[in-house]
């Protein structure tokens, strides 16, 4: 429901609901849905200009994402998507919870759908998804190479790290040493 200038201004004490500013605000449509929220000119040229991001000006987003107004809500959750590379924004949209339809409106805008495509899934040999962090059990003897030394198969291994760019390996350590394990020989 789209609501007018004056009541959004009620609605948000006379505060840009994204940063927190007091001056030359407006309200903004956030399609596809008939709702708006009410923006600083500062939010506004970065939300309308991409290119021209800031991305210290957006960790106000920290507060604006717990909104109870869906449409700050939806519109934190694109600008932090927008920021991911900065690497602060991932670990807040880790905290954020959207439902599903407000899930589907926030990608209607295109932000954060492209990467849920072609993202990268680390899974062991059993199909299980693997997460940084994990534990996991090696299922097969491993020659360590370099190190002259074999992983034994049972051997856990505790906090493991994913390789961002290959989703057949795993990093993580046994016995002291830092290794490259295929995740084809581990479980979860």
Same mark, same amino acid.
């Given at each position: 429901?789209?609501?007018?200038?004056?009541?959004?201004?009620?609605?948000?004490?006379?505060?840009?609901?994204?940063?927190?500013?007091?001056?030359?605000?407006?309200?903004?449509?956030?399609?596809?849905?008939?709702?708006?929220?009410?923006?600083?000119?500062?939010?506004?040229?970065?939300?309308?200009?991409?290119?021209?991001?800031?991305?210290?000006?957006?960790?106000?987003?920290?507060?604006?994402?717990?909104?109870?107004?869906? &449409? /700050?809500?939806?519109?934190?959750?694109?600008?932090? @998507?927008?920021?991911?590379? +900065? !690497?602060?924004?991932?670990?807040?949209?880790?905290?954020?919870?959207?439902?599903?339809?407000?899930?589907?409106?926030?990608?209607?805008?295109?932000?954060?759908?492209?990467?849920?495509?072609?993202?990268?899934?680390?899974?062991?040999?059993?199909?299980?998804?693997?997460?940084?962090?994990?534990?996991?059990?090696?299922?097969?003897?491993?020659?360590?190479?370099?190190?002259?030394?074999?992983?034994?198969?049972?051997? &856990? /291994?505790?906090?493991?790290?994913?390789?961002?760019? @290959?989703?057949?390996?795993? +990093? !993580?350590?046994?016995?002291?040493?830092?290794?490259?394990?295929?995740?084809?020989?581990?479980?979860?």
């Amino acid at each position: 429901m789209k609501l007018t200038e004056q009541e959004l201004l009620t609605r948000s004490n006379s505060t840009c609901e994204l940063c927190g500013a007091k001056e030359d605000l407006q309200a903004i449509s956030v399609e596809p849905k008939e709702d708006n929220l009410i923006a600083c000119s500062t939010c506004r040229t970065q939300i309308e200009n991409p290119e021209s991001m800031d991305a210290n000006h957006w960790r106000c987003l920290n507060d604006a994402m717990w909104s109870e107004h869906q &449409a /700050v809500k939806i519109m934190a959750w694109r600008l932090l @998507n927008r920021l991911k590379a +900065e !690497g602060w924004p991932r670990d807040l949209l880790d905290m954020m919870y959207l439902e599903e339809d407000e899930q589907e409106w926030a990608k209607a805008s295109g932000d954060g759908v492209e990467e849920d495509e072609n993202k990268i899934v680390h899974k062991d040999a059993n199909g299980a998804i693997l997460n940084a962090g994990d534990s996991v059990v090696l299922i097969k003897d491993l020659n360590v190479k370099g190190a002259n030394f074999t992983a034994k198969r049972g051997t &856990a /291994v505790r906090n493991i790290s994913l390789v961002h760019d @290959n989703p057949e390996q795993i +990093e !993580g350590k046994v016995d002291g040493q830092h290794i490259v394990i295929l995740t084809q020989y581990v479980k979860k």
